[in-house]
Nanobody
Framework: QVQLMESGGGLVQPGDSLRLSCAAS????????MGWYRQAPGKERVLVAS???????NYADSVKDRFTISRDNAKNSQYLEMNSLKPEDTAVYYCYAEVGDIGPGKIQYSRYWGQGTQVTVSS
């Protein structure tokens, strides 16, 4: 099995910064895409940022130029650096990883999720 452990959430004031971390462990042959979603109260879970195994990144328009996603392939880990935080960034943040394992004749990928970490931006 594969587990994703998140850390780094908390309560901050508008304009502050936070860094979220997510480490994958367990039966891992390789990791393809990684990323972060968030879910605010009463709203759907939405993609915040994603990163490919080659380092190509994608961001939601609402966080471009404020958030930066990165990964450490050697540690099966990813990070979300969040700057200039706004109250509308308040949500539970979930990381995911597309983990590959040996299948019949090829590598099979499955998406795993972290447990979620609360980020609250309030004065």
């Amino acid at each position: 099995q594969v587990q994703l452990m998140e850390s780094g959430g908390g309560l901050v004031q508008p304009g502050d910064s936070l860094r979220l971390s997510c480490a994958a462990s367990g039966r891992i042959l390789t990791v393809s895409g990684m990323g972060w979603y968030r879910q605010a109260p009463g709203k759907e879970r939405v993609l915040v940022a994603s990163i490919t195994s080659g380092g190509n990144t994608n961001y939601a328009d609402s966080v471009k130029d404020r958030f930066t996603i990165s990964r450490d392939n050697a540690k099966n880990s990813q990070y979300l650096e969040m700057n200039s935080l706004k109250p509308e960034d308040t949500a539970v943040y979930y990381c995911y990883a597309e983990v590959g394992d040996i299948g019949p004749g090829k590598i099979q990928y499955s998406r795993y999720w972290g447990q979620g970490t609360q980020v609250t931006v309030s004065s």
